[in-house]
């Protein structure tokens, strides 16, 4: 129905299911609005592998955004060329980082994919590269977020 959205976002609701209800639809939708809410980073773990230090640990995740800027758009670039070679490689490199400053939920959903491209998996691979970037973008405003 026309306006439904609009009338919606004048009240708050940024998220509604319209008929015909379509339930893998709806299941995206919580997914989405949990990964919105949960912290991609834990700073207690990442303090922990930086041995306590939190001078050499705010310089990692400062060097991490720095270094990573540009990866959501090197991995959708491989992956929509097909080149899942590349885009595993690409999606290694954060793998091992994201593990190390406390980024776990970005660290398991990397092994996930990173096991995808290596088998050219073409169900799995959009799915997971939608939640690999979701979570990437989140970490990094969560970075910025400590830095100022």
């Not at 299911?17 to 207690?44: A, G, H, Y």
């Not at 990397?110 to 995808?116: D, I, P, R």
């Not at 799995?124 to 939640?131: F, S």
């Amino acid at each position: 129905i026309s306006g439904v959205r609009e009338k919606c976002e004048q009240n708050g609701i940024y998220h509604y299911l319209s008929k015909p209800f379509n339930p893998d639809f709806f299941i995206q939708t919580i997914k989405d609005l949990l990964v919105k809410k949960v912290s991609v980073l834990d700073q207690t773990v990442g303090l922990v592998n930086m041995g306590g230090n939190l001078e050499l640990y705010q310089l990692v995740l400062n060097e991490y955004a720095s270094e990573n800027q540009d990866i959501v758009d090197k991995l959708r670039q491989a992956v929509y060329e097909k080149r899942y070679e590349d885009a595993a490689q690409i999606v290694h490199k954060v793998k091992s980082s994201s593990g190390s400053i406390g980024a776990k939920p970005l660290y398991n959903v990397s092994m996930a994919l990173q096991e995808a491209l290596n088998k050219k998996n073409e169900e799995e691979i959009p799915l997971l590269q939608e939640k690999f970037c979701q979570l990437f973008s989140k970490l990094i405003k969560e970075i910025m977020e400590l830095q100022s």
